[in-house]
């Protein structure tokens, strides 16, 4: 049901985006006359029409954060987790301008997610087994009220702002951890599972920018933040065993949740009731543009990626999904550091490549180790409900991204086009020293030991949205946003200090995107500054020790670049 969502959306963007290019006069190049190059097209001045009704569709990515608040008081770890997205959806809205430009308008959104993340929650102490936290937010919808100026040249640009309303809904749960306390002889037992439904009214605030590329057609780059509390949920009954083997049962309460996301948009809108003539045919027109020859282009440059990300395993007692955790890895502020080289071309016929690849390293990070129920290979002589430690993160990275797509719009000002690709993102890493911070007698050992190596290789199938535009002379705005509906996930986990070797595989979903702001210095040569977020998730994964037993992955790195380019072909006109 997920996919055929997501699929209806897509084709009904993707329907959009073809009737506007028919409506932007911009048909097909024949192929001899296109490698000629000799086919021209009248470029009209285009004025913003952003007056009236408009009516469009939306993909975006996002991030989040779903936080558990205790019955039981303060965690020691966790409480919180974060929830990467991707969404499409419509949106409609009424814009009317009191002054030529100052733009007043109301808009009503509404979009499907695909999104997960978990945690660890309700651990209080070392002695009380806690739960992992699940949040799966599934659909939002805004009502906002819009703010905007129009700027020159022709007002084809919107810069806005915006408020209002916003609702969510998300499932919950919250899964007990496991008690086995292998070797002790104890019977310590959790209760089920609990579980959620959530709708919830929250606000919301954002901004963006709008751009008119035909008169009756505009792509929209957007952010929007929400926020969500006063939402309630029952926890599962636990249980709580002391080192000198005293178990007793702790009662189910009630938490309180708060939820928040962080959204970037790339939209498409059709707008009607206002003024329906370019601007050669009014009055007041200006000249006409001069022609415009589409022919081959191409981008080449060079990247300095400054990124940080995190990485975590949560791995269960059994073969079966939402089973009890046993241990928790968090790998935690990775703060990395990349070169990269990458490049576009663009064919007379509309159909385009465009790809990078880099490397660099992994200079620190955190890497927490939780533990549950532990036994004496790992608690000693007593038992330990709960078990954290930390340690020191070095390593590497290595990505490689490739895409093949097609321009269903195209003109001297903008392209915007449809693609799907391939990304290989591959990661080593290793931690060192080992400190015992909730003071349980945990072992410790010096910064210079090695004691876990994870090396993880995630790869993907891209589908998504290119968009390139000039909003203003010399200014050019890359967007590219997609959605992964395949990632496979191969990795090794392996504990050094006790010769424990962890061989990992499953399948999941992602979302990837990145934004551009460059600045042309020549006709050819332009400098930017760019950001990007990755985000990768296992939907069903297993690790082998001496059985398959089923772990969750999950993983995403963000960050800013810094970039210069040359681009030869035809210029901008």
């Not at 608040?69 to 974060?82: I, M, N, R």
Request: aromatic share 14%; glycine share 14%.
């Amino acid at each position: 049901m997920r996919y055929r969502r997501l699929a209806g959306v897509a084709a009904l963007f993707s329907c959009a985006l073809g009737s506007s290019a028919i409506a932007a006069d911009d048909p097909p190049q024949e192929a001899e006359a296109a490698q000629s190059q000799t086919q021209t097209r009248r470029v009209e001045p285009v004025r913003g029409n952003w007056q009236g009704f408009y009516f469009g569709g939306h993909v975006g990515g996002a991030t989040g954060t779903t936080t558990f608040y205790s019955p039981y008081g303060s965690d020691l770890f966790g409480g919180s987790a974060t929830t990467p997205a991707f969404l499409a959806g419509l949106q409609v809205g009424y814009n009317w301008l009191p002054m030529p430009q100052l733009l007043l308008g109301v808009e009503a959104s509404g979009s499907y997610l695909t999104s997960q993340g978990q945690n660890t929650c309700m651990q209080p102490n070392t002695e009380q087994i806690g739960s992992t936290c699940q949040a799966f937010p599934n659909a939002i919808a805004t009502f906002t009220g819009r703010v905007g100026y129009v700027t020159e040249p022709n007002g084809r640009t919107l810069i806005y702002g915006k408020a209002g309303a916003a609702w969510m809904h998300s499932q919950l749960y919250a899964n007990p951890n496991s008690a086995g306390f292998h070797d002790f002889n104890l019977t310590a037992e959790t209760g089920d599972s609990a579980s959620q439904a959530v709708g919830v009214w929250g606000w919301t605030i954002g901004a963006g920018v709008e751009y008119a590329f035909a008169p009756k057609w505009s792509l929209n780059l957007g952010y929007d933040y929400m926020r969500f509390t006063g939402i309630s949920m029952q926890t599962p009954p636990t249980t709580s065993v002391s080192q000198a083997s005293d178990v007793s049962s702790v009662a189910g309460g009630t938490a309180t949740v708060t939820q928040d996301m962080h959204i970037a948009r790339i939209g498409l809108n059709y707008h009607w009731g206002g003024p329906s003539k370019t601007s050669s045919e009014s009055s007041d027109a200006a000249p006409a543009g001069t022609a415009w020859v589409p022919g081959w282009e191409t981008e080449v440059g060079l990247r300095y990626w400054y990124s940080s990300g995190n990485f975590q395993t949560t791995n269960s007692q059994s073969n079966t999904p939402n089973s009890p955790a046993g241990s928790n890895l968090s790998y935690n502020g990775m703060t990395g550091h990349s070169g990269e080289i990458f490049g576009r071309i663009d064919s007379p016929y509309n159909v385009f490549f465009k790809g990078f690849v880099g490397a660099g390293g992994i200079t620190n990070g955190s890497m927490y180790d939780e533990d549950w129920g532990l036994g004496k290979e790992l608690a000693g002589a007593n038992p330990i409900g709960y078990a954290l430690t930390q340690s020191n993160i070095s390593g590497s990275l290595s990505y490689l991204t490739a895409d093949v797509g097609y321009n269903v719009l195209r003109g001297p000002d903008h392209k915007i086009g449809l693609f799907v690709g391939y990304n290989r993102y591959q990661m080593s890493l290793n931690t060192t020293g080992l400190t015992d911070l909730v003071n349980n007698g945990g072992a410790t050992t010096p910064t210079n030991v090695l004691g876990i190596s994870d090396n993880s290789t995630w790869q993907s199938v891209r589908l998504g949205l290119s968009a390139q535009v000039w909003p203003w002379e010399r200014f050019r705005v890359d967007a590219d946003l997609a959605y992964l509906p395949y990632v496979s996930l191969n990795g090794m986990d392996s504990h050094w200090l006790r010769s424990a070797y962890f061989p990992v595989n499953g399948t999941g979903n992602g979302v990837q995107g990145e934004l551009v702001l460059s600045y042309y210095l020549t006709d050819a040569f332009s400098v930017g500054v760019g950001g990007r977020y990755w985000s990768m998730w296992t939907n069903s994964a297993t690790y082998s020790f001496g059985g398959y037993e089923y772990v969750t992955q999950s993983t995403n790195r963000y960050g800013v670049f810094l970039q210069g380019a040359y681009r030869f072909g035809t210029p901008k006109q």
